[in-house]
Structures are given as structure tokens and as C-alpha cells.
């Protein structure tokens, strides 16, 4: 597997182009605008983008979605349907926050606890992590030991909870009881700035570091 970060939207969003290396069939990983950018970087790879993932619904995340999957008749998979509610909305949330204005969302597929997911050869695990939105998923790559992880934790950070339907309690368990069992060698790569390894933030985080947690 090989991966390239494209940061797309003012807030440096980290869009993931994600491929297997024996197929060229690649993911994109929250393509919240930018999207001539990531089909460049598609092109430049020599990659066959087979399939759109969302994180979560916010709108640096979700907001080129469907331009991006419907420019490359390709579908949109995820988030969790907890976060259709924001989806609906991100034509609004772009007039309030000056992104370019496209239509909101309707996944092809939502996902849940458990699900699978395919790109080639590649198989992903589908984790449900609420807290920062109610329906965001991370997608586990085991055999590389890597976890695209979007805003539910950074380097010594954790994500927001202030926006509608988070939830800091949620936050913090889904950290503890689905990213921690991952392991101490797995690395994220989060939705903004630069990875990290579980077992770094168990050790160093400010706010889910197990001296904190006690």
C-alpha cells in the first residue's frame, strides 16, 4: 500500500489518495475540496481512483464529495448515517464559512462497527469512533499498521466536541476503546497535521494519555 497526503480546503484538510500497489486502484479519503488538485495527484500516481470514503460529515472533509465521485463515476462510502444530518447541511455550512457551494451529500453506502472495506488487494477495517460528529468511522489498514483516523485525535491533541452532536465523553472512549486495542506501533494519519503512533499519544497526549486516564 502507498498512500499521498493532498492538503485540500483553508484549513489544510489532509485528503488521503490511498492505492494498492499491485492493482493501481486507489480510495480518496475525505476530499473536502480541492478536487482538480486530487485527481492531479490521482493522474501524477498513475492510480485508478475506484471509490470516495468519508471520515465524517463536516464540510473540509465532505464538501467536494460527490463533485469528486460524480466527476470520476465512482461512489461515495461513508461516514456512518449518524452524520447525514451535517451532510444535509453543507450547503449552508459553505455560505457560512466561504467555501464554494455544491450540493449536499447522500452516500452510496453508510457504514457501520465492523465493516470492511476493499481497494484491490488492500482490506481496510471500518471502525465507528463518535465524538467529535455521531457518525464518524476511521479506517484501519492492519497489515501496514496504519489507521486513517480523520479529526478524532491528533499529535498531542484530541478533536473538537463543541459543534453540533459532539460529545467529549463519546470522544474520549472511542479513543480508549477502539483506537488504543489498534496498538502502540500503529501510526494515524489524522485529518489535519502530521501522524503520529498510538503508543506516542498513550504516552504524551494531554488529554487521553494514560497517566491522565489514570
Known sequence: MKYQVVPVTPYRTNCILLWCT???QAAVIDPGGNHNDIVKAAEANGV???????????????GEARV?????KVAVIGPHRDDQFLL?????????YGFPVHPKVVPDRYLNDGDQLSVGQLRFEVLHTPGHTPGHVVFHQPDAGLVFVGDVIFASSVGRTDFEGGNQVQLLTSITDKLWPLGN??????????????????RLNPYVADTVLG
Open 88 to 96: 444535509d447541511d453543507l450547503e449552508q455550512e459553505a455560505r457560512t
Open 22 to 24: 499491485t492493482t493501481l
Open 68 to 72: 469528486l465521485a460524480d466527476r470520476l
Open 185 to 202: 506501533e500503529t501510526e494515524f494519519v489524522p485529518g489535519h497535521g502530521a501522524n503520529s503512533t498510538i503508543g506516542r499519544e498513550r
Open 48 to 62: 485508478t481512483v475506484t471509490q470516495v470514503w468519508l471520515t465524517h460529515g463536516h464540510i473540509d472533509h465532505a
